[in-house]
């Protein structure tokens, strides 16, 4: 699980992601590449039914989560009934084929 | 700055226009407005389109250039205006702001989008590709996931519904049916669409809490009106209503970066905004149309944009003061949810119902002594939002 970049802001340390060129909290435009640690807390989730063109399954869950060093990020969830404030561990898997191109994403299931 | 007026509306019917061409929408939207206006031979100086993908959708480019050659107003300055669902809004305030800088004097602005030309998961993934491309584009995010996730969300913290969610959808499509425009002329009940053992086949969930009936439909139309300068207003037929006060304002791309992402912010700064340069109040407003893609968003709207507190939408609804006859009425067209949702045509459409409230010329659905509207129009999910007050002179 290091695929997913996150931008730490040198200047004020708030954690940008996805990436900015400027930092949404303070404008500053230095920042370190920070990845995501520790388990992650699912912070709101929706089973999406009616999913675009080139996804070919009935259902799919995503949500958000937010990691121990605050990166925030969507995902795919692979929970069976998911609950707000969940732990959930996080992985680096396919989650569509866009252009012929199977792309990868972050994939989260439970922790324990 | 001058002073500018609405002169001239026109719209045509919304839903699925198989016969029509996108371009042959909005030049039939065109010429209602400008035969609304008594415009006769007068030459209009510039033509703004508000069209999201037409691209993508019907495989054209440059809308605005190929409105003016249709409509011969050749050699009118003309753009084609996107952004997103709120490309109608922002079409409209690039025509008021080219108006009151005194640079054009009559100024034509239509929206309209064709989506009926694509299949449904078409339509879908086209409308998702204003998600953030890496972000949430790759996971399958769509515009009804986003208010999934947000739904949820304002469930736990402010106790709306689904019932009050249902509520939204039962009111807009009994608008809708006195809205001889609407794409959706359909009555719907609380038991037929939540409470009913056959309810989950009528109403299938479409991003859980979000189901069918909580969503616009995916539609074909087009809307028009026809701007001048205040004082020039007295020349043509039809009484002014005056574009009174605007706002615009944006939000981060993706929900999850916003730190309290219940909250609308745009919609928030927009509004005030439009107050602001109106000079008048959220309480001095008659009748408002709001941004009803998802009916969450008729609720939260209401809230952010300053009609009711904060968790308090939901109450509002309850007590029936967003009905056609209540305190404020919200959505008389049927909104988004039942008039239909072309996504360039909506800003547009917004502001037309509104001067027709104005006028008293919304028939069966007019709200009685309306002289003064505002508008709310939502783009992306909620990263892009123009909103309107429109008074009577």
């Known amino acids: ?20 060129h400027r930092c949404l909290n303070c404008r500053a435009r230095e920042f370190e590449q920070i990845t995501p640690s520790g388990e992650a807390t699912l912070l709101t989730y929706s089973e999406v039914c009616t999913l675009p063109w080139g996804i070919d399954e ?48 972050l994939t989260l299931r439970p922790a324990k | 700055m001058r002073k500018v007026a609405i002169i001239g509306v026109g719209m045509i019917p919304f839903g699925r226009r198989d016969e029509d061409s996108l371009v042959d929408m909005l030049a039939y939207a065109a010429l209602n407005a400008m035969d609304d206006a008594g415009l006769g031979e007068r030459p209009i100086d510039a033509v703004y389109v508000g069209n999201m993908g037409a691209g993508l959708f019907n495989h054209q480019s440059a809308v605005a250039s190929a409105l003016v050659d249709r409509l011969n107003l050749l050699p009118a300055a003309a753009d084609t205006v996107e952004n997103g669902p709120a490309s109608g809004g922002s079409a409209i305030k690039n025509g008021v702001l080219a108006v009151a800088s005194g640079h054009f004097d009559l100024v034509l ?11 449904g998961p078409r339509a879908t993934d086209i409308v998702a590709t204003m998600t953030h491309p890496q972000a ?31 509520r939204v ?20 009940t609380m038991e037929g669409i939540l409470t009913s053992p056959h309810a989950i086949v009528n109403n299938p969930i479409v991003a859980d809490p979000i189901r069918l009936y909580d969503c616009c439909p995916v539609s074909d139309g087009a809307a028009a009106c026809l701007l001048c300068p205040a004082e020039m207003a007295r020349e043509f037929g039809k009484p002014a209503i005056v574009v009174a006060g605007f706002g615009q304002a944006t939000d981060t791309h993706t929900l999850q970066e916003r730190e309290d992402p219940t909250d609308l912010k745009a919609v928030r700064i927009a509004a005030q905004q439009a107050f602001e340069t109106a000079q008048l109040k959220p309480k001095d407003i008659d009748v408002a149309e709001l941004h009803d893609a998802f009916t969450i968003l008729e609720i939260a709207e209401s809230e952010h944009a300053g009609f009711f507190k904060k968790g308090e939408g939901a109450k509002a609804l309850d007590e029936g003061q967003t009905e056609i006859g209540g305190k404020l009425p919200i959505n008389p067209s049927g909104g988004l949810k039942a008039r239909g949702h072309p996504l360039g045509a909506t800003g547009v459409a917004q502001v037309v119902e509104l001067v027709w409230q104005l006028r008293g010329e919304a028939g069966e659905r007019q709200v009685k002594g309306a002289e003064k509207g505002f508008s709310l129009n939502f783009g992306g999910f909620g990263n ?4 309107f007050v429109l008074r009577r002179e």
């Open chain 2, 169 to 188: 959808a039962i009111k807009n499509h009994r608008n809708g049916l006195l809205n001889p425009y609407a794409h959706i002329h359909a009555l719907i």
């Open chain 2, 384 to 387: 892009n939002v123009v909103s």
């Open chain 2, 109 to 119: 602005v239509a929206g309209g989008e064709k989506m009926r030309e694509v299949i």
């Open chain 1, 58 to 105: 009935r259902c799919r869950m995503l949500g958000i989560v937010q990691f121990e060093n605050k990166v925030k990020a969507m995902g795919r969830l692979r929970v069976d009934k998911p609950r707000l404030g969940m732990k959930l561990k996080p992985s680096w898997e396919p989650v569509r084929v866009i252009g012929g191109e199977e792309v990868l994403g």
């Open chain 1, 1 to 20: 699980m290091s695929e997913l970049v996150a931008c730490k802001c040198t200047n004020c340390g708030f954690v940008n992601y996805p990436k900015h």
């Open chain 2, 136 to 166: 949430e584009y790759i996971y399958g995010a769509t515009l009804p996931t986003m208010a999934g996730l947000f739904t949820r969300l304002y469930m736990k913290e402010y106790g709306v519904t689904s019932e009050h969610l249902a």
